[in-house]
């Protein structure tokens, strides 16, 4: 099928900046035909070096890709904010009166520290924007896709509706490097990325009751800007040495995770569930 998701709608987290894999995946999901709504929160852009992208230009970028007659929306919330979750997730279900995909993209840059830098208010951070968030999005996500009460579930209690004939949902978490190497300098932003990595499996055992099929994808070192000199904070002298001993040469790109991500929220790509999937070039390899 040339348009795979048409009829699905998706809702992408993260998605502000027009050289992030958010925007990416969002308008790869877009030319494959999904309804999709964005999820934003500039405010952390304009923290970082390379500033915030503007979000009219982000919402046309991603109106352009959609098929004929697909719809795209979007909604500005701080998930550090549990207070935030459901009322994204309604927001976007009211797109289209359904919610198919869920693609947690968003995660904290910045704020970081090796061990002996470690405080409580720098961990929490990052857990509440890469893991929290993730979870609760991924909780309100189900219930939803399960017409389900949480209230009226004993915790723990089992609850399967299956077999089914095709996935009712899909769900991608984001996780990085830390199972590959040391990442220096980001210990509280591994911590909680590692703890997606770990809980992929039991999630998507549970979610797969309910006939979602959920996957988490590494996507490897990829420059998002953060590797340009004009927006660098970071000495870049080793770079043209360091690329020449790469497999191809670069680091990866945006596109390159999206195109992943969207081939797994296809059916084509549904019988890959419960895994940690890394698309780095092969970089893990060096």
């Not at 890709?65 to 919330?77: E, I, K």
């Not at 980001?186 to 911590?191: D, L, M, W």
């Not at 797969?208 to 904070?233: C, H, K, M």
Request: glycine share 12%; with cysteine.
């Amino acid at each position: 099928m040339q348009h795979p998701l048409s009829g699905r709608t998706a809702l992408v987290t993260g998605v502000s900046r027009r050289a992030g894999i958010g925007y990416a995946t969002a308008t790869t999901l877009a030319a494959l035909g999904a309804n999709v709504f964005l999820h934003h929160f500039r405010p952390h852009d304009l923290d970082q070096p390379w500033g915030g992208d503007d979000l009219e230009a982000v919402r046309t970028g991603v109106a352009e890709r959609l098929v004929p007659g697909a719809l795209s929306g979007d909604r500005h919330a701080d998930l550090r904010d549990p207070a935030s979750i459901e009322p994204l997730l309604d927001a976007a279900s009211g797109l289209t009166g359904s919610l198919d995909i869920l693609v947690c993209n968003q995660a904290m840059s910045g704020g970081d520290g090796g061990i002996l830098d470690m405080t409580a208010d720098r961990l929490d951070a990052h857990w509440q924007t890469n893991a929290r968030a993730t979870m609760l999005l991924t909780a309100g996500f189900a219930r939803r896709k399960a017409g389900m009460d949480a209230a009226a579930q004993r915790p723990g209690e089992r609850v399967d509706s299956g077999p089914f004939e095709k996935p009712t949902g899909h769900v991608i978490w984001m996780t990085s490097g830390q199972a590959d190497g040391p990442m220096r300098g980001e210990v509280a932003y591994a911590t909680s990325k590692a703890a997606l990595a770990g809980v992929t499996k039991t999630v998507a055992a549970e979610l797969l009751d309910l006939g979602i099929v959920l996957n988490t994808v590494n996507p490897g070192p990829v420059d998002t800007g953060y590797l340009d000199p004009e927006t660098t904070d970071r000495d870049l002298s080793w770079l043209p040495e360091f690329l020449a001993n790469t497999p191809f040469g670069r680091f990866g790109r945006p596109e390159d995770p999206a195109r992943l991500i969207g081939w797994l929220c296809t059916e084509a790509g549904s019988w890959v569930v419960g895994q940690v999937l890394t698309t780095d070039g092969g970089f893990a390899l060096r």
